[in-house]
């Protein structure tokens, strides 16, 4: 059973910094492309930003040059460091993974969410 297990995230200010950290548990998988997700209160889940096991990213509009997505294939851990943040960036981010594993095709794993609010 392969579980996502986010960290980080909380209460920034406007103009400062967060990051968070989600780690892929469990055994005999691959990990294909990895990122984030986000929620703001009222409104649907879209793409922050993902990265593929080669490396290469991909972000919002809304995020770029201030977001910066990597991932440490060794631990199985993909992180969003949050720089310049605004109050739009509040909402719940949720980690994504593309795993495949001994008995299943590749498919979409989730983290928990984890909130982060930007507010002075």
């Known amino acids: 059973q392969v579980q996502l297990v986010e960290s980080g995230g909380g209460l920034g200010q406007p103009g400062g910094s967060l990051r968070l950290s989600c780690a892929a548990s469990?055994?005999?998988?691959?990990?294909?492309?990895m990122g984030w997700y986000r929620q703001p209160p009222g409104k649907e889940r879209e793409l922050v930003a993902i990265i593929s096991s080669g490396g290469n990213t991909n972000y919002a509009d809304s995020v770029k040059g201030r977001f910066t997505i990597s991932r440490d294939n060794a631990k199985n851990t993909v992180y969003l460091q949050l720089n310049s943040l605004k109050p739009e960036d509040t909402a719940v981010y949720y980690c994504?993974?593309?795993?495949?594993?001994?008995?299943?095709?590749?498919?979409?794993?989730w983290g928990q969410g984890t909130q982060v609010t930007v507010s002075s």
């Open positions: 469990g055994s005999s998988f691959r990990i294909n492309a």
């Open positions: 994504y993974a593309n795993i495949q594993t001994m008995t299943t095709v590749a498919r979409s794993y």
